[in-house]
């Protein structure tokens, strides 16, 4: 048994086989069930060929070596590729590969590709990137099944997109103006954008002060008059 590139402490043993007798006809063997490793590799059986890809012989199967001769069988290897999942943005969503969270042979392969957005995020495509090559995209479907993996490690990312929504700061209605156009007192609405989870604060102008001459500026409320305070935290 020869490892042909494999962990050679993981081969059959006895190695090799050997039948001593009066016989002078062909002998069977039978071979053995243990199977050598070789990382990143599946073992798929035995053949009288380095290169070969597809094996001649399983294990437990027989093999017939002539009399007075001897057979040199080579373990043949199968690929495996790494086929991974990732959410883009991080926290966008989750992103799970069904049946191929670590290694699989390329010839066995189907894979269900799996999107889950998070609050506030909706999901919007998936891309791949095999290992070395540039990025494509893939599918709009949430939930997507791969039948034909590359013959190459590959990465496939959801993509998530945040949802936004509009607010108007409205200080004109009360009499006052952004401290954008003091002069001209005429930037009386703002319009910013918020997302689900964040502060109030985090949208672009919130933090602008607003004037009304005589008036302290107090906060933004949810009504004209009276109202809920939205704060700076909210």
């Known amino acids: 048994y020869d490892a042909n590139g494999g962990n050679a402490n993981t081969l059959p043993s006895p190695n090799p ?3 001593s007798g009066s016989s002078t006809s062909n002998h069977t063997f039978t071979i053995s069930n243990t199977t050598p490793t070789r990382p990143g590799y599946d073992f798929l059986g035995w053949s009288y060929s380095t290169t070969a890809t597809l094996p001649s012989y399983l294990p437990g199967g027989s093999i017939e070596v002539p009399y007075n001769g001897s057979s040199r069988l080579y373990a043949v290897w199968d690929t495996l590729y790494t086929y ?10 989750t992103a799970t590969v069904d049946n191929a969270s670590s290694v699989q042979k390329v010839s066995e392969v189907t894979v269900q590709l799996r999107a889950s957005p998070s609050e506030g995020y909706r999901f919007i495509k998936w891309t791949y990137t095999p290992s070395g090559g540039t990025t494509q995209d893939l599918s709009t479907n949430q939930n997507y099944l791969i039948e034909s993996t590359p013959a190459v490690n590959t990465t496939y990312t959801a993509i998530f997109q945040q949802y936004l929504y509009p607010l108007v700061l409205d200080a004109g ?20 954008t918020v997302s689900v989870g964040s502060l109030y604060s985090s949208a672009d102008g919130w933090q602008n002060t607003v004037y009304r001459p005589g008036y302290m500026f107090d906060g933004w409320y949810t009504a004209q008059t009276g109202g809920t305070l939205v704060s700076y935290n909210t």
Do not use: I, K, L, W
């Open 84 to 93: 991974s999942a990732v959410a883009s943005p991080v926290g966008g969503g």
């Open 17 to 19: 086989q050997t039948y």
């Open 173 to 192: 209605t009360n009499g006052g103006f952004f401290e954008f156009n003091p002069d001209e007192q005429s930037e009386t609405t703002r319009n910013v």
